[in-house]
């Protein structure tokens, strides 16, 4: 074990459970989710387009529409029961305790605000500053995400910067308070390749000197294996398989993590794109097949697996796969290499 | 920003021109001849003649209308046929007293506009929503002169709380900012507002709504802003447009409603027309029309650099 997992625990979700009604069925977009981050660690979520990534992260900060959403579960954040939080609590927890940063900036910045403005407000919002101190902080953040002539660009607004600025101001906007917990939604699926990596390794570094612990959701397993610790695989609102990033990448036993991986020798996966090597497409959320969902796609099934719910198994220290024949199935590594 | 200004000015300037060209004909174009109403019946030949060389009627329309626009410029329109005074004094004695008129109509359509637009956006679907939708649609459709009749039956005859026409006590027509020239206003003013009361209150709804499904608002509640400060964001997204709609509903307005201007007698715009139009007053007629064009195009102006003044993604160009 690492001497991270030994340290408390930064977020702990235990049988997460996030139903939207309101449409013709109830969509069970999250279905009994657990996970845990340790303090300063970073855990990848991936997973197919639907898979219920984004909702997951939206729910460590609560911001489902109340009305037409039932949660279940326990969340906790750095020992913050945040189920439990009323409006004003849940509002000064969002922002200053766990932060989040939106895959497309410019959807989810105001464009009618200036960046510096939206970052004072955040601080401003949380600390008690004042004006030109909070000024001083946005400058100096967007010094910290090494934003060109950051005095200058404090002043642009959201549709005058570049997708990679905007993406900093994002990152800047989201440690303004100096959050424990950075919940990142995709923070480079908008981003040409070259940016991409110079905003992961930015992640990277705030991370190791700021001691942050972050939950990061991508399509992209080469990002993942890039920033994260530990990876979990999402498949129809639950994580079917996590483990180390190291021992997932070499040692996969969920056939939908092995094929995952084996679409990344085609090349990464792009948003909205269903997976090339198995057929078929991801269960309709709102009409679950029993056992498995993975079941009609997999190549492994067999006739049980159609029935009741399959429990997580633990195989190994770090790594745990929701299959019942990860024992009889070996991940056929060098064939994957090959293709 | 002065240049932009200045650009925006030099644009109106054609579109001040063919208003004046538009105008001009129009006014020509109606039958009937403009000297009836001053000339007795029984007048004779020559003096019908002499009449309509002082008046310049004799003369081919393009001579009339460079000698007409060539003293509007310098802010002569020529003289009323049927009062004999100046057409701009009259005029400009009118604009102020329907500005006055439907300035304040507007601002009190524009508060409760907002108001109602904003709780029925921030509550959509819900009873709230349908109440304030139900009064802003009724605003668009009741007739207007019906509703200041309404009010005129309740508050003048029944209660004898404000007067009923006119603008000032005893047909008095100088506007003063004192209680006694308010209650005159009252009900005119009232009456006027149902109209941009409606209209604004259906866009601001919409602007709401679509604001508030936009995904930046779950960045706003995600950095731990309270309702009202999220409301502040919306606020100021709503805004350009918003006043944009109230300015060209002043604009509106500022034609004077002439059903609205008659049934209270206020002595505005509407009511000047209603009579340079029935006494076939043609010097009066297309000055008043040029007057009101002119500031109906530099309201749009006004509103245009409003508008790009708040909402930082115009461009200047
Ligand atoms: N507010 C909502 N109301 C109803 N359904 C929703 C809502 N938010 C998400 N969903 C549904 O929940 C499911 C999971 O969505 P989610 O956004 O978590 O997917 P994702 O894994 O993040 O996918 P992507 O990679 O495309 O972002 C989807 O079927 C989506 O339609
Ligand atoms: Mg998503």
Redesign the interface.
């Known amino acids: 074990m690492s001497p991270a997992s030994s340290a408390t625990s930064a977020v702990t979700i235990e049988n997460l459970r996030v139903t939207f009604a309101g449409g013709a069925a109830p969509v069970r977009a999250v279905n009994n989710v657990s996970l845990r981050v340790t303090r300063g660690e970073t855990v990848a979520l991936i997973g197919e387009s639907g898979s219920g990534k984004s909702v997951t992260l ?1 729910s460590l ?1 609560r ?1 489902h529409p109340a009305k037409k959403t039932q949660m279940s579960g326990q969340i906790e954040v750095g020992g913050r029961d945040v189920m439990a939080m009323n ?2 609590e849940l ?6 305790v766990a ?2 940063i ?1 895959q ?1 900036p410019l ?8 960046v510096g403005d ?1 970052i004072i ?2 601080i401003q ?2 600390m008690k500053v004042s004006r030109s101190e909070a000024h001083a902080r946005a400058l100096k953040l967007f010094e910290q995400v090494r934003i060109p002539s950051p005095e200058r660009r404090l002043a642009a ?1 959201p ?2 910067m570049s997708g990679g600025m905007r993406q900093r101001v994002m990152i800047a ?1 989201a440690l303004a308070c100096e959050p424990e917990l950075l919940l990142a939604d995709e923070p480079t699926t908008a981003l040409d390749a070259t940016v991409q990596i110079q905003i992961l390794l930015l992640l990277r570094e705030l991370q190791s000197r700021l001691g942050l612990s972050i939950i990061f959701v991508t399509h992209d397993i080469g990002a993942a294996v890039e920033v994260a610790d530990r990876i979990a695989v999402m498949y129809a609102g639950e994580i079917v398989e996590e483990a180390d990033v190291r021992t997932l990448m070499r040692a996969p036993r969920h056939p939908y993590t092995q094929a995952l991986l084996q679409s990344r020798a085609h090349g990464s996966l792009a948003k909205g794109t269903r997976l090339a090597t198995i057929g078929g497409a991801p269960p309709d959320l709102a009409n679950l097949p029993p056992g498995c969902a993975f079941a009609p796609r997999c190549v492994h099934v067999e006739p049980a697996c159609r029935e009741g719910s399959i429990a997580i198994a633990a195989l190994g220290p770090t790594h745990q796969a929701r299959c019942r024949r990860t024992h009889e199935i070996v991940w056929q590594h060098t064939a994957a290499a090959k293709a | 920003m002065i240049l932009f200004i200045l650009r925006r000015l030099l644009l109106a300037i054609p579109i001040m021109i063919g208003v004046a060209i538009v105008c001009f004909s129009l006014v020509h174009l109606a039958p009937g001849d403009p000297l009836v109403s001053v000339l007795p019946p029984d007048a004779s030949a020559d003096l019908q003649k002499q009449l309509r060389t002082l008046y310049g009627f004799d003369r081919s329309l393009p001579e009339q209308f460079f000698g007409w626009i060539s003293r509007a410029v310098t802010g002569d329109l020529g003289t009323s046929i049927a009062s004999s005074r100046s057409v701009t004094t009259e005029v400009m004695k009118a604009v102020k007293n329907t500005l006055i008129l439907a300035a304040f109509a507007t601002l009190i359509g524009f508060f409760f506009g907002s108001l109602f637009g904003f709780v029925a956006g921030y509550f959509r679907d819900t009873l709230v929503d349908k109440a304030a939708s139900f009064i802003s649609v009724m605003g668009v459709s009741v007739p207007h002169y019906w509703l200041g009749m309404v009010l005129v039956i309740i508050f003048s005859a029944q209660l004898g709380w404000l007067p009923a026409t006119g603008m000032g006590a005893g047909g008095s027509a100088a506007w003063e900012w004192d209680w006694a020239h308010m209650k005159h206003l009252m009900l005119p003013a009232i009456t006027m507002s149902v109209i941009p009361m409606g209209i604004i209150s259906r866009t601001v709804r919409a602007l709401v709504a679509d604001i508030l499904a ?3 608002v ?9 309702d009202f ?1 999220v409301f502040r ?1 919306v606020v ?2 709503v805004a ?1 447009t918003a006043l944009a709609v109230m300015g060209l509903q002043l604009g509106y307005l500022l034609g004077g409603s002439i059903l609205i201007e008659t049934v209270f007698a206020w002595p505005g715009t509407g009511f000047l027309l209603n009579s340079a139009i029935f006494q076939r007053d043609l010097p009066l007629l297309q000055g008043t029309i040029l007057v009101l064009a002119i500031f109906f195009v530099l309201l749009n102006v006004l509103v245009d650099i409003l508008q790009t003044t ?4 115009i461009t200047r160009g």
């Not at chain 1, 959807?107 to 200036?114: E, G, I, R, T």
């Not at chain 2, 708040?310 to 993604?313: K, M």
Request: avoid cysteine; proline fraction near 6%; aromatic fraction near 10%.
């Open positions: 939206r900060l911001l409006a004003s509002a000064a927890f969002r922002g200053r932060s989040m939106f497309e959807l989810a910045l105001d464009p009618v605000y200036s939206q407000e955040s919002r949380h607004y549709h005058e906007l | 936009q995904e930046f779950v960045g706003l509640r995600a950095k731990g802003l309270r400060d964001h100021k997204n350009p708040l909402d930082p993604r």
